[in-house]
């Protein structure tokens, strides 16, 4: 049986998502993965049905579907396994241009520590320290499950069990606490830096325009001074988790589980 992988992420009009996934597949490849193809569910090309044929017309017969994203949601657990014509089955053979392909869907990133370890990566990078305030900034969702709210409380809860004093998290929309309300709790607690860290995965109109907005921040910036409750604070706005290469290993590591 022939393997292949196809790395499937959201799409986009504005951004670095599919240079984020193209890294990804070239250390995939290099990592002996002879058959890896990338699919977005929107806007972007190819397509999952696209890229279903070019694995068909390459001669692979099992592939490992990795969704590159944060969380599972209807996304990951419903449109996506139905785009590639297995209904809401984690596992299912479909037909590929007159071919018979066994499809099996990867998880998400969801609770693996390597998130956490990238977000404290990310406070060091910028010279933060456990007493700095660090905000962790997710997207929000309105799946039933609520998967989303869940994985970004569970990085800030894992930052205070490693000693972080002043942790808050918030959600660009869907979900509360939004944004306005965490600033004001940091501020409370009386940081005079903060460190907002978005765990999401690429750059793009929510991280580039949308968040820096409700901050308070200049656009595509790494951030500057804000004023909360009367009080100037320095903020610095890190870049979300990207082509991080832990993430690398997690999806050889998916893949392989999947395929052997």
């Known amino acids: 049986m022939t393997k292949g992988i196809i790395i499937v992420g959201y799409g986009t009009r504005k951004g670095n998502l599919e240079e984020v996934l193209e890294t990804q597949a070239a250390r995939l490849r290099c990592r002996g993965w002879e058959h890896v193809g990338i699919a977005y569910f929107r806007v972007s090309h190819p397509d999952i049905p696209e890229a279903l044929e070019a694995m068909a017309d390459e001669g692979v017969d099992e592939i490992a579907a990795l969704p590159y994203y944060i969380a599972e949601g209807t996304l990951t657990k419903e449109l996506i396994p139905e785009k590639f014509g297995m209904g809401s089955k984690e596992m299912a053979e479909v037909d590929v241009k007159g071919k018979r392909v066994s499809i099996r869907m990867g998880p998400a990133f969801g609770t693996t520590r390597v998130l956490t370890d990238i977000i404290c990566d990310k406070i060091a990078e910028v010279g933060g320290d456990l007493n700095t305030g660090i905000l962790i900034l997710g997207h929000g969702t309105r799946y039933k499950s609520l998967t989303n709210m869940r994985i970004i409380k569970l990085n800030a809860d894992r930052l205070k069990e490693l ?52 901050i308070g921040i200049p656009s595509y910036s790494d951030g500057g001074e804000i004023t909360v409750n009367g009080r100037r604070i320095s903020v610095s706005y890190t870049r979300p988790v990207e082509a991080d290469n832990r993430l690398t290993d997690l999806l050889n590591q998916n893949a392989s589980s999947i395929l052997y």
């Open 163 to 214: 000693g972080y004093k002043h942790v808050a998290h918030a959600f660009n929309e869907f979900c509360e606490p939004n944004i306005k309300d965490a600033l004001d709790y940091l501020e409370k607690e009386g940081v005079q830096r903060i460190i907002a860290i978005p765990l999401f995965i690429a750059m793009g109109l929510h991280l580039g325009d949308e968040i820096p907005e409700q």
